[in-house]
């Protein structure tokens, strides 16, 4: 059968503005390189439209407040009635869109794309990122607790298709599905079009200030005590004397971590250069000799990693299951125990004083992104196949 470009609604209600709508952006390009028709559908920024990205952080915002305000029980009922809206939205879509399948990002209490995909036929194929009713009630003071599971299990069940990004996560989906027909592993990927020419990461760290000869350790994220940044900058004082710290990204532990610095007389070896646009990341990153996954939720498929990979850096990352997923300790990285400093220490070690190790490690991190391959072109042909092969079971059937 002739496998034609697809017409995919992507729907999503994600306001934020961080690492999940880099996310939603890079599968929606992969997919329209490859020729496919994409629609976005929900709150904030779409196509990378200035007047929508404004509107994402108004909602952002208004979420927010929302959720400052509400009782958390308000809150989440008002979660549920977003789907009237969303479906309304949805339904508008499909008839002026003519979608051949609706690819959703899992959020909780968003019911909307599986009522339409039950009410028109829609094949639907749901990504997975996390278990939110687990983790929201753990961390985000969750009220409705059994009314979240009950949803939850509703969406990762109704799916035609689920796509956990993470084999930890999938053994969860499997448990709700009562079956594993239809789970399908996705860990996220690296745009591999991110790589330059290597004179720009020389040129990022002239600008910088770091010296010709500095070995520097790199940090990409929001900066929360748990990201284990300050390790680093305690392990700073052991290490040789050109080895720096480079900190990208902005939190709530910054200015504790910039005092802590102070305080062992280390400032002038660690930079904190903010929160930058995603699209300047790549290039502070190839200034980096040794990149720092300080840790990673245990069911996650942590997005930087998979960039510091296509970017050829030697990594330190956590020995945990979902890490060893993707990363062989001494092969494409350097594995330290989770929670265990003195080991974190040990692998920066390793690193700061062989030079030939960083660089096969770093060089096996991007075979590793090659040969996998891990990239954010793979899965949008990986979904793209998945959405003709459900097309096709529907035409067979109906036939």
């Not at 009522?115 to 036929?121: D, E, G, Q, S, T």
């Not at 070995?215 to 305690?234: K, M, N, Q």
């Not at 790549?282 to 997005?303: H, I, K």
Request: charged fraction near 20%; glycine fraction near 8%; hydrophobic fraction near 45%.
């Amino acid at each position: 059968m002739d496998r034609r470009p697809l017409r995919i609604l992507y729907h999503h209600r994600i306001a934020a503005s961080d690492g999940m709508q880099v996310h939603v952006n890079e599968i929606v390009t992969a997919l329209r390189n490859q020729g496919h028709v994409v629609r976005v559908v929900g709150p904030g920024a779409v196509d990378g439209n200035a007047q929508a990205a404004g509107e994402a952080g108004a909602l952002e915002r208004l979420a927010e407040t929302l959720r400052r305000l509400l009782p958390p029980a308000a809150y989440e009922l008002a979660e549920l009635a977003y789907n009237i809206p969303a479906y309304l939205r949805l339904a508008r879509e499909v008839k002026q869109f003519k979608p051949d399948v609706i690819y959703e990002r899992y959020n909780l209490f968003l019911l909307a794309g599986l009522a339409l995909h039950k009410r028109r036929k829609l094949p639907l194929i749901l990504e997975v990122n996390s278990p939110l009713a687990t983790e929201r009630a753990e961390f985000g003071n969750l009220q409705l607790v059994p009314l979240a599971r009950r949803c939850e299990t509703a969406l990762w069940s109704g799916a035609d298709i689920a796509l956990p990004v993470t084999g930890v996560l999938a053994q969860q989906v499997v448990a709700r599905r009562g079956t594993a027909n239809g789970v399908h592993v996705m860990h996220n990927g690296a745009n591999l079009a991110h790589r330059t020419d290597p004179q720009v990461g020389v040129e990022v760290r002239r600008r910088l200030g770091l010296g010709e000869d500095a070995i520097v350790l790199g940090f990409v994220g929001f900066i929360r005590a748990w990201h284990g940044v300050g390790w680093a900058i305690d392990a700073l004082a052991n290490l040789p004397a050109n080895v720096v710290l480079l900190v990208v990204g902005d939190g709530p532990a910054r200015a504790d971590l910039t005092a802590r610095a102070a305080e062992l007389g280390l400032a002038d070896r660690v930079r904190f250069v903010g929160r930058m646009p995603h699209e300047q990341i790549p290039e502070l990153m190839q200034s980096f000799d040794v990149a720092l996954q300080t840790a990673a939720v245990g069911y996650a498929s942590p997005l930087k990693l998979f960039e510091y990979m296509g970017l050829a850096r030697a990594i330190v990352a956590p020995d945990q299951p979902n890490i060893r997923e993707v990363l062989t300790d001494g092969h494409d990285a350097a594995l330290f125990t989770p929670d265990d400093e003195a080991s974190f220490r040990l692998a920066l070690e390793r690193l700061c004083t062989d030079a030939s190790l960083r660089a096969r490690l770093g060089e096996n991190a991007l075979k590793t992104v090659l040969e996998h391959p891990f990239t954010w072109d793979s899965n949008a042909s990986r979904i793209a196949s998945f959405a003709h092969q459900l097309i096709e079971d529907r035409c067979g059937s109906a036939a």
